[in-house]
């Protein structure tokens, strides 16, 4: 416990988690940061830059259309299925969404005021991991999509 596990350079998140805590630590105590110093900040910068690491793809097997049609074509149509339908085309038609912003979706979110007239829905995400609360997206739903969260949801 507390010994690094290799030699390598901590990832910058990782560096900038740690260096945040101890600022916080040094406001605490009424003391000054040597964190906020001109030669820090460009240490810091120089490290970032050097330790630099190419975007790697999240996923190496995304969900794509063919994934998520056989996906769908397990639910079958008792309660559950119905509901796994619903969830697995929201997540996918809303840009893939986290698992925990679609089960905090609550009835209230999702409004249903277009949907008579323009098949559309409304799907307010309360918090994400980008977002606040104050700053909830909004995102239209329509077609199968917003048929299926509809007949899921009754």
Do not use: Y
């Not at 507390?2 to 630590?25: E, H, M, N, Q, Y």
């Not at 003391?31 to 490290?47: D, N």
């Amino acid at each position: 416990m507390g010994l690094r596990v290799a030699l390598t350079c901590p990832a910058p998140a990782t560096l900038d988690r740690r260096i945040a805590s101890w600022k916080a630590f040094h406001r605490m105590r009424n003391l000054t940061s040597p964190f906020s110093a001109p030669l820090v900040q460009q240490a810091r910068q120089k490290a970032r830059r050097a330790n630099a690491r190419p975007r790697v793809q999240k996923s190496l097997k995304p969900i794509t259309r063919d994934i998520l049609e056989a996906l769908l074509a397990t639910c079958d149509d008792t309660h559950r299925g119905i509901r796994d339908r619903a969830m697995l085309m929201l997540t996918f038609a809303s840009g893939g969404r986290r698992r925990s912003e679609v089960t905090a979706l609550n009835v209230e979110d999702i409004g249903l005021g277009d949907f008579v007239a323009k098949g559309l829905l409304w799907v307010r995400l309360m918090e994400t991991k980008t977002t606040k609360k104050d700053q909830a997206p909004l995102l239209p739903l329509k077609g199968r999509l917003a048929r299926s969260v509809v007949h899921g949801w009754r």
